[in-house]
C-alpha cells in the first residue's frame, strides 16, 4: 500500500475499478502532488477467473473456449496459439488450407481489435465520432467472422489439427470487399483523427518508453515498436504460412503516445495486405488433419509457444504429464508485463496524461488477471 | 410501481402509470462492463444497434446519475463488495440487468472447485432481467431492455392491456 | 551467434545444465538449469547479453517447486528456459532488481503458489484478494471458502 504520513501535500485519488474507459476493471491508486502525480500503483485482479486452475481441471478440449475469453479482443490468436501447443505436443500436422484459414481469419480480427482500440482510445481522449466509425467498420468484419465461425466475439473456432467448417468462396470474396471499404476510409480517418490538432498534443512528447525500459520490462507489440524496436513474432520467429506473405512491420521513433497509436493505425494496413495475399493464394484441400486421436493425451514433456496477437506477445507453456489434463498451463499474457512499466512512466504526469498513457498500452484486463 | 428496493410509500394513481411510463422510455444505464460482455455492450449502444432509439442511449459514467445498472461480465471475488456498493450508491428507483451468463450463473466459468469467481450477480443484488448468452448478442441485449420497460410499465410494448407476469 | 554467448557467458557460471534444446519439440534453443542461489548471476548474464525476461512461472511437484524462467532476445531470436529446483519452504532469491518486470510475476507465483521471493521489494497478493489465505495452483487445493460466500 502506498504511505499514509502526516504528510499534507500529497492527496489519493482512485481510478477505477469501475471507471468511463472501457477497458475493463483496474483500479489504479494515484498519489498525487496538486494535479501532478508522484505515484502510480495499479492494483489488478478484478477480473480474476482462475483460467490456470481450470486448464488443470479440464480436458484439453475443454479448455479450448476458455482461450476465447482470456482476450476477448483477438480471440483468434489465442486460440491460435495453444492449438499449436497442443499440435507441437502431438506431433500433428495441420494442412496447408487450414492454415491460409487461419491466418485469414486471425488477421481480420486483429483488424477488428484495433479498430476497436483506436474507437474506445479516442472516447477516453474526448471524441466520439471516431467510436462510432470504428465500431460501423467493425460490424462488416464480425459479419464476416460470423459467417464462418459462429460467434461475433469469443471465437472458438480453431480445433487440434486443423479447422472444423470450412469457407466458401462468398467468404472469400468478402474479404476483398472489406479490404476496399477500409482502405476507403483512411482518408476519414486521416482528417479526423491523425492529423486533429487536439489529439496531436495531447499525445505526442507523452509517456516515452526507451528500447533499454522495453528490454528490462519485457514489452512487446505495439508498445515495443513504437520505441523503434521491430520484433514482430511473425517476422522474428515465423509460424504458421506467415513466412509465404509479404508485409512491413510498422516501427515508431521517439516511443511515445503518438507512436504507438500510428504503429497500430499502420498495421491495420499490412494485416490487409496479408489478408488480400492469402485469399489470392489459398489452396484446395483437406481441413482437418488426419489421424487426430479422439482423446487428446500428449506424450510427457513441455513446451513454450508464442504468436503475435494484436497487443503483443501472446505464449503458452504447457506442461504434460502423459495425462488428458494439463499438469501446467501458463498463459504468458501481453498486457501483464506492459501494464508493469506504469509505475515509472506515470511519474510526474498530470491525471490527463495518465489517461492518454493508459490508453495507449492497449490493457484488457481480464487477460491480464486471467 | 414496484421496484425490488420495496413498496412505495405513497400511491400516486394514474399519475404513476405516466411516470412509469416516462422511467421506462427513459433509462440510464451505467458503464459497468466487467469484461467480455462489456464489448457487446458497448456495440450495442453504437451506431447499427443503436440503443438510443430505445431512449436508453445515455450511459453514464457516475452511479449516482443512472438508473440501470447492466452487470456485463463476470463478478470476481474481488470485484464482489464494490458491485454491492455501486448498487447501493445508485438514486431509487433503480433496475438491474444481469447480461451474460456469467451475470446470471457463472457462465462458463463455474466448476466444481471453483475459488475465482461469484456465480451469478444475484446472489449480491436483486435482479430484474436476465439476458442469456456468452456472450448475448446486442439484439439479445436490446430485447432484456424491451421486457424491462414491460416490467417497468406492466404493459405489453404495444401498449395492450395485458397482464405481464411478474 | 549470441546461442553461442550465451552458452559460454553462461558456461562460467557452474551451472547444473547448459545444453541446446530441442526447437522444434520444445520451442525452446537453449535450455539451463540452475540452483536458487544461482539465479541473480544467470539473470545478470541474461541483461548483459540484451535478452529479455519473456515469462516466469511455477510448477508445482510433490517434493519440491520447479520455477522456469523463459528469456528471449528481440534483434536474434534465442529463446532459453531456465529451471530452477526449490524446495518447499524454502524462500527464492527474486530478480526484480535486475528485470523490474519480473516484479509483477514475482507477485503472481507468490499469489498463486504461495512461494516467497527473499529480497523481493514488495512481496504482497495481486490477482486474490488480499485478505485470501489460500494458494489455488497448488495441487491438492481445496478452496477455503464456500463459492457462495461474497
Known amino acids: 500500500m502506498l504511505e499514509r504520513g502526516l504528510e499534507e501535500k500529497y492527496y489519493i485519488l482512485n481510478l477505477g475499478p469501475q471507471h468511463p474507459s472501457t477497458h475493463g476493471v483496474l483500479r489504479v491508486e494515484l498519489q498525487m502532488e496538486g494535479e501532478f502525480i508522484v505515484k502510480a500503483d495499479p492494483d489488478i485482479g478484478y477480473g480474476h477467473r482462475g483460467h490456470e486452475h481450470m486448464a488443470e481441471n479440464r480436458t484439453y478440449l475443454q479448455f479450448l473456449p476458455n482461450l476465447g475469453r482470456v482476450d476477448y479482443l483477438h480471440a483468434l490468436a489465442y486460440n491460435q496459439c495453444y492449438c499449436m501447443a497442443v499440435e507441437k505436443l502431438l506431433e500433428l500436422k495441420v494442412p496447408e488450407r487450414a492454415e491460409f484459414i487461419r491466418v485469414i481469419t486471425c488477421e481480420l480480427n486483429r483488424i477488428a481489435s484495433h479498430l476497436l482500440w483506436i474507437g474506445a482510445y479516442l472516447l477516453d481522449l474526448g471524441a466520439f465520432t471516431p467510436f462510432l466509425y470504428c465500431f460501423d467498420d467493425r460490424e462488416n468484419i464480425l459479419d464476416l467472422l460470423d459467417r464462418v465461425t459462429g460467434s461475433r466475439l469469443t471465437y472458438c473456432y480453431y480445433r487440434f489439427g486443423g479447422v472444423p467448417r470450412d469457407v466458401d468462396d462468398d467468404f472469400l470474396a468478402g474479404c476483398k470487399a472489406f479490404a476496399r471499404r477500409l482502405r476507403s476510409r483512411y482518408r476519414d480517418y486521416e482528417n479526423l483523427v491523425n492529423k486533429n490538432v487536439i489529439f496531436l498534443e495531447r499525445t505526442k512528447g507523452i509517456g516515452i518508453i526507451t528500447p533499454e525500459q522495453c528490454v528490462k520490462y519485457g514489452l512487446t507489440g505495439p508498445m515495443l515498436r513504437g520505441s523503434g524496436i521491430p520484433y514482430d513474432i511473425r517476422k522474428c520467429e515465423p509460424y504458421s504460412v506467415y513466412p509465404l506473405f509479404d508485409f512491413e512491420i510498422p516501427v515508431g521513433s521517439t516511443g511515445d503516445v503518438y507512436d504507438r497509436y500510428m504503429v497500430r493505425y499502420r498495421e491495420m494496413e499490412q494485416s490487409l495486405r496479408i489478408i488480400e495475399q492469402a485469399v489470392d493464394r489459398i489452396p484446395a484441400g483437406p481441413i482437418m488433419a488426419e489421424k487426430v486421436p479422439k482423446r487428446i493425451k500428449p506424450a510427457p514433456g513441455e513446451v513454450y509457444v508464442a504468436v503475435e496477437a494484436a497487443r503483443g506477445e501472446f505464449g503458452i507453456y504447457l506442461v504434460s504429464q502423459g495425462e488428458t489434463a494439463p499438469y501446467r498451463l501458463k498463459l504468458r499474457v501481453p498486457s501483464f508485463g506492459n501494464l508493469s512499466i506504469l509505475p515509472e512512466i506515470a511519474v510526474d504526469t498530470l491525471v490527463a496524461d495518465l489517461v492518454a498513457i493508459l490508453g495507449s498500452i492497449d490493457v484488457v484486463v481480464p487477460e491480464i488477471d486471467r | ?166 | 551467434m549470441l546461442l553461442n554467448d550465451l552458452t559460454q557467458a553462461l558456461g562460467r557460471l557452474n551451472l547444473a545444465k547448459v545444453a541446446p534444446g530441442e526447437y522444434h519439440k520444445s520451442g525452446c534453443h537453449l535450455e539451463v538449469e540452475a540452483a536458487p542461489a544461482q539465479m541473480p548471476e544467470v539473470a545478470r548474464v541474461m541483461l548483459e547479453q540484451g535478452c529479455f525476461l519473456e515469462s516466469l512461472t511455477a510448477v508445482d511437484f510433490p517434493e519440491h517447486f520447479t520455477l522456469v524462467y523463459h528469456f528471449n532476445h528481440f534483434r536474434e531470436l534465442c529463446r532459453t528456459v531456465v529451471h530452477v529446483r526449490v524446495p518447499k519452504e524454502a524462500a527464492a532469491p527474486t530478480i526484480s532488481h535486475i528485470y523490474p518486470g519480473a516484479n509483477w510475476y514475482e507477485r503472481e507465483v507468490y499469489d498463486l503458489f504461495g512461494l516467497t521471493f527473499a529480497g523481493h521489494p514488495d512481496l504482497r497478493r495481486i490477482l486474490l484478494p488480499f485478505e485470501a489465505d489460500f494458494h489455488p495452483l497448488r495441487k491438492k487445493f481445496a478452496p477455503s471458502e464456500t463459492p457462495a460466500d461474497a
Open chain 2, 1 to 166: 410501481m414496484e421496484t425490488k428496493t420495496g413498496e412505495p410509500l405513497i400511491h400516486l394513481g394514474v399519475l404513476e402509470e405516466a411516470l412509469n411510463l416516462a422511467r421506462a422510455n427513459s433509462l440510464w444505464p451505467m458503464t459497468f462492463g466487467l469484461a467480455c460482455c462489456a464489448i457487446e455492450m458497448m456495440a450495442a449502444g453504437a451506431a447499427r444497434f443503436d440503443l438510443d432509439r430505445f431512449g436508453a442511449g445515455v450511459f453514464r459514467p457516475s452511479p449516482r446519475q443512472c438508473d440501470l445498472m447492466i452487470v456485463a461480465g463476470t463478478i470476481s471475488r474481488k470485484m464482489g463488495p464494490a458491485v454491492v456498493r455501486l448498487y447501493e450508491q445508485m438514486p431509487a428507483p433503480k433496475w438491474v440487468i444481469a447480461m451474460g451468463n456469467c451475470a446470471i450463473s457463472g457462465g462458463p466459468f463455474y466448476y466444481p472447485d471453483m475459488y475465482a469467481i461469484v456465480p451469478g450477480a444475484d446472489l449480491l443484488i436483486p435482479v430484474d432481467v436476465y439476458v442469456p448468452g456468452c456472450p448475448p448478442r446486442p439484439e439479445g441485449l436490446i430485447e432484456g431492455i424491451l421486457l424491462l420497460e414491460e416490467k417497468i410499465t406492466g404493459r405489453g410494448r404495444l401498449r395492450k392491456f395485458r397482464d405481464v407476469a411478474q
